[in-house]
């Protein structure tokens, strides 16, 4: 079954107490991306990337990283939380060929104490 | 800078009323358009998308959306709206000279229908 898929689903944690949130897809697509969901702010892009090694800065991308060392795979790093960072994460991916049409993974839902 | 508009935050209607909810882009170059719908604990579903060519574009579910150049606008439609279409609706734009995967989303419309 073709899917992006996000582990943890949930995940509470303390300031300052680094963490990964890891993102994979199946269906061999070059673009992928980081988003985060706020009530009120709808969708709104950290990270995203063209393809392995190519990584580009969303319009929310403070006190994030990521990395694209394989096409499947694309982890964001927080590696200093704050509790502004608790947000609602999905991660999305889409081919070359219709990079607009993303595939949105089932979310996690993070809480930084 | 481009940004969306979504007009109303929260939309409640009953079973078989009619539904439009409008976006709005600040963009005047040429953009793809997109509609998703994310239902309840569920994450974001494609419902429809526009990139060229006829401007009423169809999508799942009965849902269409029509793209007004002049207007800068991408509305959503369903002329009878269903107890099962109750989600949140964001609509989201891709300016094509910005970098490729780069969606600009707005804040969402929440549609609660009423059986």
């Known amino acids: 079954e073709a899917q992006v898929t996000q582990n943890p689903r949930y995940l509470i944690t303390v300031t300052g107490k680094k963490l990964t949130v890891t993102c994979s897809q199946n269906?061999?697509?070059?673009?992928m991306s980081w988003y985060r969901q706020d009530p009120g702010l709808g969708l709104r892009q950290i990270y995203y990337s063209m393809n392995v090694e190519v990584t580009d800065k969303g319009d929310v991308p403070e006190g994030y990283k990521v990395s694209r060392k394989e096409k499947r795979n694309f982890p964001l790093i927080l590696e200093s939380p704050s509790p502004n960072q608790t947000s609602l994460y999905f991660c999305a991916s889409s081919s070359r060929q219709a990079y607009n049409e993303q595939f949105f993974g089932p979310g996690t839902r993070l809480t930084v104490l | 800078a481009q940004s969306v508009s979504q007009h109303n935050h929260h939309v409640i209607l009953s079973e078989a009323a009619s539904l439009e909810l409008g976006c709005n882009y600040s963009y005047g170059g040429t953009v793809n358009l997109f509609w998703y719908v994310q239902y309840p604990g569920q994450h974001l579903q494609l419902l429809l998308k526009?990139?060229?060519?006829?401007?009423l574009v169809k999508g799942i579910k009965g849902f269409e959306a029509e793209f007004i150049k002049n207007k800068f606008s991408f509305n959503l439609r369903k002329p009878s709206v269903q107890w099962s279409d109750t989600a949140e609706y964001f609509c989201?734009?891709?300016?094509?000279?910005?970098?490729?995967?780069?969606?600009?989303f707005g804040k969402g419309t929440k549609l609660s229908v009423k059986p």
């Open positions: 989201a734009v891709n300016a094509l000279v910005r970098s490729q995967g780069n969606l600009i």
């Open positions: 526009y990139f060229s060519g006829d401007p």
């Open positions: 269906m061999n697509h070059e673009y």
